[in-house]
């Protein structure tokens, strides 16, 4: 992965998720043969979310993105689960900074009530 659009994505992720929360800790988790790095994890009062990379895309789960509001329609992904939600990301998308910025404050909004 290292060296494409989906590792500097993975960063440019992070970059606003920590803008968005600069206290938030990032851990990897989930390690595994087929994944020895692991999934980015953020928390802050509980889990934030998730960021996975995939062989065509970028996905950012939150956690318990369900119960968000979400007025700029960033979530595209798992709009049918219970608790979660997430967005994904393809090569060529370009992603409403503030929006996401947002959501994550809203996550930690939600962890901490």
Not at 24 to 41: F, H, I, R
Not at 61 to 67: E, I, V
Not at 85 to 92: H, L, Q, Y
């Amino acid at each position: 992965m290292a060296g494409d659009w989906r590792a500097s994505r993975v960063d440019d992720l992070r970059a606003l998720i920590l803008e968005a929360e600069p206290d938030a800790t990032e851990e990897a988790k989930w390690k595994k043969a087929s994944n020895p790095d692991g999934v980015p994890t953020f928390s802050l009062d509980g889990l934030i979310c998730t960021i996975e990379t995939y062989k065509d895309k970028v996905k950012v789960t939150f956690a318990r993105g369900a119960s968000l509001d979400d007025p700029s329609g960033i979530f595209n992904a798992s709009l049918d689960a219970g608790t979660r939600r997430a967005v994904d990301i393809v090569e060529g998308d370009e992603l409403d900074e503030a929006a996401f910025v947002a959501l994550v404050r809203e996550a930690v909004s939600a962890n901490r009530a």
